[in-house]
C-alpha cells in the first residue's frame, strides 16, 4: 500500500484532519499539566541551593527550549511553503508565530521572576536571556511583516523569506551574544554540571511534553481557522455543517 | 556590439545610481545630519563626563551609525519601484542579483561611506584614543556594507507597504546585532589592551557571507514583492 503524502498538503483535507487530531492532543496536554504542576509544587524536593525558587523551572525550561524549537520549525515550515508552493505550508508558519512569541515572553518573564530573588535583579545581559531577547524580535518581525501585507501570498512568501534569514542568523546571533558576554563578564550561573534530581527531571519532562502538546492542539486550531478566513469564498466550505447551521 | 561583462555591468549600476545620489544631495546629507545629531545627543542625556563617554564613544558611535542606515534604506528600491524601472531591471537578461548588488554597493557609498569618514570627527568629541579610532574606522568600514546588504533583504520585503519605513527597521534591526556586537567589540578589546584581530575576522567573515548571499536573497525578495 502506498501512502499519498500530498493528500494532507491540500488545506481542504487537512481541515477535517486537524479537527479531528486537536482532541487527541488537548486532553493530553491538559492531564499532563495537571500531573506536572502536582509532581513541581508537592513532589519534587525543595533545591538544596535556591530553595523553593527553583520550582519556576519547570515552566521556564520547557518554554525556553521549544521557542526556540517553534522558530525551526516555523522556518522549515516556510522553507517548505517557499519550495513547494504549498499553500498550507504557509499557513502553518503563520499558526506557530503567535505561539512561539507567546513562549519566548514566557520564558523571558518567569526568568525574570527567578532571577529577581536569585540573583537580586529582574535581569542581567547574559547570553541566553539577551538571544531570547533577540528571538522576541525575530517572531514579532515574522508577525509584523505578514500583518502588513493584504496580499495574502505575498505575505506568505515574504514572511516565509524573513524566517529563513532569521534562522540562518540564529546561530551567529547566539554566538555573537555569548562572545560578547565573555567579554565583558564571566557566566554567572552554569547550568551543566548540576546533577538534577530524578524526580525532578521526570516533573521537567512531563511539563515539556504538556507544553508541546498545548502547542501543537493550539497552532492546529488557528491554522483550522486561518484554513476558514482564507478559504471562506470556496465551495467546500460553504458545504460545511458548521457552516449551514 | 560589445558583449558586457557582469564586471561592466555592476560598475554601470554603480555609477547610475551614484549619479543618482548625487543629484539629490539632500538626502545624502540628511543620513549624515542624522548620525552627528544622535551621537550628539548622548552627552546631553548621560551628562558631560569624560570617562564614561570614552567608554561608550564605540557603541554610541556604532548604534547611530545602525540608526542611520535604517534612515536611508527606505529610499534603496522605491524610486526606483515607482517609476517602473526596477520592473525593467527584473525583465532585463541579466542577473538580477548582480543589479541588486551594485544598488547596495551604491547606497553603502551615498550613506555608509560618509558616516565611516565622519566618525573620527564624533569620536574625538568623545575623546577616544587615536588607536581606538583607527580600529572604530576599520570596523565601520567592514561593518556599514553588512548594514546596507541585510538592509537590503528588509526593503525589498517591505517595498510598498504602507508604514514600510517603522516595519523595515523592525525587521532589519534584530538581523544587524552580531554586526554591532563584533564592531564595538574590536574597540573594546583596544581599549582593554587586546587584541582585536578576532572581531575583525569575524567582521570580515560576515561581510564575506553578505556579499555572497544577500545579493541572491534581495533579488529573490523582489521577486516576491513585484509579482
Known amino acids: 500500500m502506498t501512502i499519498n503524502w500530498f493528500k494532507y498538503a491540500s488545506p481542504t483535507s487537512f481541515y477535517g484532519l486537524a479537527g479531528k487530531m486537536i482532541p487527541w492532543f488537548a486532553i493530553p496536554s491538559a492531564i499532563l499539566f495537571v500531573v506536572g504542576m502536582y509532581m513541581g509544587f508537592f513532589v519534587a524536593p525543595v533545591d538544596a541551593q535556591q530553595g523553593e ?74 547570553a541566553r536571556m539577551t538571544s531570547q531577547l533577540i528571538l522576541l524580535f525575530l517572531y514579532l518581525g515574522f508577525i509584523a511583516l505578514h500583518a502588513s501585507i493584504d496580499e495574502p501570498r505575498r505575505a506568505d512568501r515574504a514572511a516565509a523569506l524573513l524566517a529563513i534569514v532569521g534562522s540562518v542568523n540564529v546561530p551567529i546571533i547566539y554566538f555573537s551574544v555569548k562572545w560578547w558576554n565573555t567579554l565583558h563578564q564571566g557566566s554567572t550561573i552554569k547550568f551543566s554540571g548540576t546533577s538534577m534530581q530524578i524526580t525532578m527531571q521526570h516533573t521537567l519532562l512531563t511539563m515539556t511534553i504538556a507544553c508541546w502538546f498545548y502547542a501543537i492542539a493550539v497552532v492546529l486550531s488557528r491554522v483550522r481557522s486561518i484554513i476558514l478566513e482564507r478559504e471562506r469564498k470556496t465551495d467546500w466550505i460553504s458545504e460545511l455543517p458548521e457552516m449551514r447551521s | 556590439m560589445k ?61 547611530a ?48 561611506l560618509p558616516l565611516v569618514l565622519m566618525a573620527p570627527v564624533l569620536g574625538l568629541q568623545f575623546d577616544m584614543s587615536i588607536k581606538a579610532l583607527g580600529v572604530l574606522m576599520v570596523t565601520l568600514l567592514l561593518g556599514t556594507p553588512v548594514l546596507s546588504m541585510i538592509g537590503a533583504i528588509g526593503a525589498a520585503l517591505t517595498l510598498g507597504l504602507r508604514g514600510g519605513g517603522v516595519l523595515l527597521s523592525l525587521l532589519v534591526l534584530p538581523l544587524c546585532i552580531p554586526v554591532l556586537i563584533f564592531g564595538t567589540g574590536a574597540v573594546g578589546a583596544v581599549t582593554a589592551g587586546l587584541s582585536f584581530a578576532p572581531h575583525l575576522s569575524l567582521l570580515g567573515a560576515v561581510l564575506i557571507l553578505a556579499v555572497v548571499f544577500t545579493p541572491w536573497v534581495t533579488a529573490q525578495a523582489l521577486r516576491i514583492s513585484m509579482e
Open chain 2, 3 to 63: 558583449k558586457s561583462g557582469l564586471l561592466d555591468l555592476l560598475l554601470l549600476v554603480i555609477r547610475r545610481d551614484l549619479v543618482l545620489a548625487m543629484r539629490r544631495r539632500a538626502d545624502v546629507l540628511t543620513t549624515l545630519i542624522f548620525f552627528v545629531m544622535v551621537v550628539s545627543l548622548f552627552p546631553m542625556g548621560v551628562g558631560p563626563e569624560m570617562d564614561m563617554l570614552r567608554k561608550m564613544a564605540a557603541g554610541v558611535l556604532w548604534v
Open chain 1, 53 to 126: 525558587f527553583y520550582r519556576i523551572m519547570f515552566i521556564h525550561v520547557p518554554t525556553a527550549i521549544l521557542s526556540m524549537f517553534f522558530y525551526l520549525v516555523m522556518a522549515g515550515y516556510a522553507a517548505l511553503g517557499l519550495i513547494f508552493n504549498t499553500r498550507l505550508s504557509a499557513m502553518m508558519a503563520s499558526a506557530i508565530a503567535p505561539t512561539g512569541a507567546l513562549f519566548t515572553l514566557i520564558s523571558l518573564w518567569t526568568g525574570a521572576l527567578w532571577g529577581k530573588p536569585m540573583w537580586g535583579t529582574w535581569w542581567i545581559w547574559d
Open chain 2, 65 to 112: 551609525a545602525l540608526l542611520a542606515s535604517m534612515l536611508s534604506l527606505g529610499r534603496l528600491f522605491s524610486a526606483d519601484y515607482l517609476d517602473g524601472t526596477l520592473e525593467q531591471m527584473m525583465l532585463a537578461p541579466q542577473s538580477l542579483s548582480v543589479l541588486v548588488l551594485g544598488k547596495m554597493v551604491a547606497h553603502w557609498m551615498s550613506s555608509g
